[in-house]
């Protein structure tokens, strides 16, 4: 038998929740191998003064259920029980249809949940009452860096992009010297310097491939390069051109003189009629560090890359956009113009794609490139990816409670939404009946919009 109290909500940004109960329900989406939180976090939350309730088999063959109930938490049968009590529900993929009708109004959930590509499901939630917290939407600070899931997953995605590029390329990645020859190091391109690009590109250079990489963004230069990768750029191209252009200067005339005399500074060539080699614009590169590449830099870009692709041996590609279908920087031209036997893996495969010809899900082979479109790579890797998911979930969670014991040595959690908080105010999509995201909403507007136009154009029919 379970005692409890009522609850007592004193204003819209302050609800009170006596021992705070968080929820594990099993992951039922199909191929999703993680788990919300693992045993080594649940016992972090029970310290802190939290209940945790754990469905049986959550953690699958990995985290078994002995492990929770050793770190503290009580294993139930079925995702009812879980739904049911917790007050904070913790998952990986979003809530299917079974899944919100099982949620109650004041509940919270946490998990992966894209509102604008999904408006219609937050909508739901909405509907229920309940407040949603995504993990997509967690801000890019340095205070929410240890929230930060998305970065947490995008390292394993990069990770095991960089090895399917490897195992599927018909060649080696490094350069090896054999009885019978030595072997080219693969030529290997990374299309997108963001978490995932710089974890491939790491992998790929020690596999000791001939690594290069792109992205539109000039701070990410300087980290492409710190992973030991060559960063395609068209003014890179330019100053090589420039630099046969300057030549040793030798003073002459009155200042050869001058110089046989001893007065060396004569030897330094007149400012107002030469330029020094290495001390050209620098004052103008060090602004354009500052400032955004301009439109005709990009373009000249676009097209070294165009000639550049076709000496690759494997693209990867990982430019995301939260919110919005990836952008195309692979098409059929590009793809065409690869050697046969090259390989293409498109991390953006879920939302779109990055390559023109890519299947979600799916390896293609066009004109003897082979292009993979993988979904849910992190859980791939179900065990490391379930560890760092917790430790980011659990930071969430202290972030959204707070304890209020008057006594050190207790705990007395309670859940603490101020929406003054940049965290909570991003992060927080839904709340109290409606939709807070901005994203989300105009994406539900639209697909409305869509289907009163298609109701009316059948009509009319």
């Known amino acids: 038998m379970v005692t409890v ?66 770190a503290g938490a009580r294993i139930v049968d079925g995702s009812d029980g879980v739904y049911g009590e917790a007050d904070i529900i913790v998952k990986v993929a979003d809530p299917t249809e079974d899944e919100i009708g099982h949620m109650r109004e004041g509940q919270v959930l946490i998990c992966f949940l894209n509102g604008p590509q999904y408006p219609g499901l937050v909508e739901r939630l909405a509907e229920a009452g309940v407040t949603v917290f995504s993990n997509e939407a967690i801000p890019r600070t340095s205070a929410a860096q240890s929230m930060d899931a998305l970065s947490a997953m995008g390292s394993i995605a990069g990770y095991k992009c960089a090895l399917i590029g490897a195992d599927t390329l018909g060649k080696y990645v490094p350069m090896l010297s054999t009885a019978a020859g030595t072997t080219k190091a693969a030529n290997v391109l990374v299309l997108g310097v963001a978490v995932a690009g710089l ?60 110089v046989g005399l001893g007065f060396y500074s004569f030897g330094e060539p007149p400012r107002d009629q030469y330029v020094v080699e ?68 498109d991390l953006a495969a879920e939302s779109g ?52 014991a008057e006594d050190k040595d207790e705990k007395d959690p309670h859940l603490e939404l101020d929406f003054e908080d940049e965290i909570i ?23 409305q919009e869509a289907t009163e136009a298609q109701e009316t154009s059948e009509e009319r029919r």
């Open 5 to 70: 109290g009522p609850r007592e909500r004193r204003s819209e940004s302050d609800v009170i929740i006596w021992r705070v109960k968080v929820g594990i329900p099993r992951e039922v989406t199909e191929g999703e191998r993680r788990v919300g939180l693992v045993p080594e976090t649940v016992g972090r939350l029970v310290k802190d003064g939290f209940e945790v309730i754990v469905e049986s088999g959550a953690g699958r063959d990995y985290n078994l259920d002995a492990n929770y109930e050793e």
């Open 199 to 258: 974890q491939a590109i790491a992998i790929m250079n020690r596999l000791g491939g001939e690594v290069f990489a792109y992205d539109i963004r000039p701070e990410t230069k300087e980290q492409a390069q710190s992973l030991g990768a060559s960063f395609i750029d068209s003014d890179d191209e330019k100053e090589e051109e420039e630099e046969e252009q300057f030549e040793e200067y030798k003073p002459t005339g009155w200042r050869s003189l001058m």
């Open 278 to 345: 290495g001390e050209e614009g620098e004052e103008a590169g060090e602004e354009e560090e500052d400032e955004a590449w301009s439109k005709e830099k990009l373009e000249e870009d676009q097209k070294l890359l165009r000639e550049r692709i076709q000496e690759m041996d494997i693209v990867i590609t990982t430019a995301l956009v939260p919110g919005r279908q990836a952008p195309k920087l692979v098409d059929k031209e590009m793809v065409e113009s690869l050697k046969p036997g090259s390989v293409i893996v």
């Open 353 to 404: 794609g990055n390559c023109e010809l890519t299947e979600s899900g799916e390896t293609i082979e066009h004109e003897e490139v082979k292009i993979i479109g993988p979904v849910n790579l992190p859980s791939s890797m179900p065990i490391h990816a379930s560890q760092l998911l917790s430790r980011n979930m659990y930071n969430l969670i202290s972030h959204i409670t707070e304890d209020r």
């Open 425 to 447: 105010d991003s992060t927080c999509i839904v709340h109290e009946g409606g939709i807070r995201d901005e994203s989300t909403s105009e994406a539900l507007s639209e697909r």
